[in-house]
């Protein structure tokens, strides 16, 4: 008997009303398995399978326990069949392991399709997107999945020059079961459209941008399970272990040579804080690359704005308020204007005195000012 695996979720955030042990991980990939006697198959959603166009893969559905054939490759499944699939409950389907890199390049020849509508790629980019963070995750060498994630972050860029209405459309699809991974991609889309507005249209700045923030909390792959699972606050102990999921980052990456520098420094500098309270380095100002600095901006806002198991998401007007009472200190201000220039905020919110951004038990004492 060989395994079907399931994608796991590895728990990732950012301002720890973000780093919340709540999200839970499996304990390893295999968890989550299902056995079949037909070969090993990896799990996709049925949102990330094209339609009315031949596939390159196998696609195969669970059904009463067994791995059944629905698809043969280079068959067609029609719009309406899809839909059919949708409505009934399908949210997933299998594919041959050994037909992983098909199914991927699949995914990025749609996202490269000139004439698909502006959803549709967006679509696709975000489906590709989560399946390289979950690769990213649970892969002993990824050096493949780096290179892929790089070639994607570089279509993202295109995607969002051509139009930044873009960005708001990758940001509107319905989101990934997993948070990780939304956050992961959602802090990669954030980053890249802040660092345009601020730095303009380099695109090598622009994608070490998109391609730090997706990396950013891959240092969190050695933090021990125990407590990414813990329910509940962290103890201190176990809060500094977690701290130190930065550095661990940049270790990890040290034998990936083809991550650029920028991006590197975003995996382990997206937590230090502009008045040298942050960490791991307590670094301050100029001492933080911009791109760090933008990272943190972004990282803190799709945190706030996205539904946690603990807590609804907030109203991005809410999120914009409570990092503007975070002022002065954690953001580079400038930077945080750009960000936040379409509302005047007032500081309708205010913090108590020991409030810690990076302790999800202290989102509860925001009060209302």
């Not at 919340?20 to 990896?42: C, H, S, V, W, Y």
């Not at 549709?120 to 980019?125: E, Y």
């Not at 399970?225 to 990456?253: A, C, Q, S, T």
Request: net charge negative; with cysteine; hydrophobic share 40%.
């Amino acid at each position: 008997m060989v395994s079907v695996v399931i994608p796991n979720t590895y728990h990732g955030s950012a301002l720890k009303a973000i780093e919340n042990p709540a999200d839970k991980l499996p304990r390893n990939a295999m968890e989550q398995a299902r056995k079949t006697e037909k070969g090993i198959f990896f799990t996709v959603r049925i949102h990330s399978i094209p339609t009315d166009l031949p596939l390159p893969y196998d696609v195969y559905l669970w059904i009463d326990s067994h791995a059944i054939l629905f698809r043969k490759r280079n068959e067609v499944i029609d719009h309406d069949r899809m839909e059919r699939l949708k409505q009934s409950g399908v949210k997933d389907a299998l594919i041959p392991d050994e037909q992983r890199q098909l199914y991927i390049y699949s995914l990025l020849d749609m996202v490269r399709h000139p004439d698909l509508q502006m959803d549709i790629k967006a679509r696709f980019i975000k489906e590709t997107a989560f399946v390289h963070v979950h690769d990213l995750f649970t892969q002993q060498n990824i050096a493949t999945v780096l290179s892929d994630s790089k070639i994607l972050i570089e279509e993202v860029v295109k995607f969002i020059a051509e139009d930044m209405e873009a960005a708001t459309s990758l940001m509107r699809l319905s989101n990934h079961d997993y948070y990780t991974y939304n956050h992961s991609v959602n802090v990669a889309v954030y980053s890249i459209a802040l660092a345009k507005k601020i730095i303009g249209d380099d695109k090598l700045v622009l994608v070490a941008a998109g391609f730090g923030g997706l990396l950013h909390d891959i240092g969190k792959r050695k933090v021990d399970l125990n407590i990414l699972n813990k329910e509940g606050p962290l103890e201190k102990d176990e809060w500094r272990v977690m701290k130190k999921h930065p550095d661990y980052g940049l270790e990890f990456l040290r034998s990936y040579v083809h991550v650029p520098q920028d991006a590197r420094d975003i995996v382990g500098q997206h937590h230090e804080n502009f008045d040298g309270t942050g960490y791991p380095g307590g670094l301050k100002e100029e001492e933080i690359s911009k791109l760090a600095r933008i990272c943190a901006i972004a990282d803190v806002f799709d945190a706030l704005t996205t539904t946690r198991s603990y807590r609804e998401a907030m109203p991005p007007t809410e999120a914009l308020e409570t990092m503007f009472a975070m002022q002065p200190g954690k953001f580079d201000p400038a930077i945080f204007r750009h960000f936040n220039k379409e509302l005047q905020l007032k500081g309708r919110l205010s913090l108590e005195e020991d409030f810690d951004p990076c302790d999800h038990e202290h989102s509860k004492k925001i009060k209302k000012g």
